[in-house]
């Protein structure tokens, strides 16, 4: 299920989707408007790890979750994640220390 899915894209991006949403709302006066985007993309990007927890085989010692797509084709550039055992719990526990600020 979750090896078609970008779930590691997505963790990467929604932050920033959101910083971009929250300038947007335009400073003080829509100030609340600003901390109700970032804890919804909070929320979101903390369930979004719920999946790949519950998914990681730990008695694999590869890199899970790949994505590897080509960016620039004229250099042969790619866009590759992937998510090994210590680099699942950091991208937990980033998420929950973003959901508490």
Request: charged share 10%; with cysteine.
């Amino acid at each position: 299920m979750l090896n078609h899915f970008p779930i590691l894209t997505l963790l990467i991006w929604l932050p920033l989707i959101g910083a971009v949403l929250s300038l947007c709302t335009g400073g003080d006066k829509n100030a609340n408007i600003a901390r109700s985007i970032a804890v919804v993309i909070a929320v979101t990007s903390l369930l979004l790890c719920i999946p790949l927890y519950f998914a990681f085989d730990p008695s694999r010692y590869d890199m899970q979750f790949i994505e590897d797509h080509l960016w620039i084709r004229a250099y042969q550039t790619h866009y590759a994640l992937g998510i090994d055992g210590i680099s699942l719990l950091m991208v937990i526990l980033t998420n929950f220390t973003g959901l508490l600020v």
